[in-house]
T-cell receptor
Framework: GESVGLHLPTLSVQEGDNSIINCAYSNSASDYFIWYKQESGKGPQFIIDIRSNMDKRQGQRVTVLLNKTVKHLSLQIAATQPGDSAVYFCAARGGSNYKLTFGKGTLLTVNP | DVKVTQSSRYLVKRTGEKVFLECVQDMDHENMFWYRQDPGLGLRLIYFSYDVKMKEKGDIPEGYSVSREKKERFSLILESASTNQTSMYLC?????????????FGSGTQLSVL
């Protein structure tokens, strides 16, 4: 089955810096990927998603990059703010398997 | 905005009690899901439903059941609560035809079983 893992469980950055959170997946047939943000005491919030026919997708201050060759995706947050402090999850859908498999999350801490 | 509402933010129950966790969504979504979230384990799918009265087991259905009598409401039932069911429970919904895509989550119910 699919497994999804984040490279670092924690990441600490300075306010204003760019943040990069990395994620690896195991199933080469995965066709859809999504990033969530979870603040303390809240449910996960959608950030951005990308399909396997794309390499890059941009949102507001966020960019997701997908490298299917090495089964890796990353979330880039520009000009990180204190309000970005949260746990970030990636998830992958394994092709014909309809289910999303979630990674365990990276805790991003933004230092003022 | 899609709203997924879970009836309780915190619950404390005794071992052996029957526990009901309720979830309501207001966007006419066909698909609804129950996950549990534990430290170091991430989100794990318990059950999901793709239509009224339809349900499918997820990865960890043991000890749980579900009910979907109305489209907007999806209930998770712990028939006889045990301490290893202490966890954060998250309900989610998604649009028709996108079982494995953009899920909208509720705020979660932190259940403690003593």
């Amino acid at each position: 089955g699919e497994s999804v893992g984040l490279h670092l469980p924690t990441l600490s950055v300075q306010e204003g810096d760019n943040s990069i959170i990395n994620c690896a997946y195991s199933n080469s047939a995965s066709d859809y990927f999504i990033w969530y943000k979870q603040e303390s005491g809240k449910g996960p919030q959608f950030i951005i998603d990308i399909r396997s026919n794309m390499d890059k997708r941009q949102g507001q201050r966020v960019t997701v990059l997908l490298n299917k060759t090495v089964k890796h995706l990353s979330l880039q947050i520009a000009a990180t703010q204190p309000g970005d402090s949260a746990v970030y999850f990636c998830a992958a859908r394994g092709g014909s398997n309809y289910k999303l498999t979630f990674g365990k999350g990276t805790l991003l801490t933004v230092n003022p | 905005d899609v709203k997924v509402t879970q009836s309780s933010r915190y619950l404390v129950k005794r071992t052996g009690e029957k526990v009901f966790l309720e979830c309501v969504q207001d966007m006419d979504h066909e698909n609804m899901f129950w996950y549990r979230q534990d430290p170091g384990l991430g989100l794990r799918l318990i059950y999901f439903s793709y239509d009224v009265k339809m349900k499918e087991k997820g990865d960890i259905p043991e000890g749980y059941s579900v009910s979907r009598e109305k489209k907007e409401r999806f209930s998770l039932i712990l028939e006889s609560a045990s301490t290893n069911q202490t966890s954060m429970y998250l309900c989610a919904s998604s649009l028709t035809g996108s079982l494995g895509e953009k899920l909208f989550f509720g705020s979660g119910t932190q259940l403690s079983v003593l």
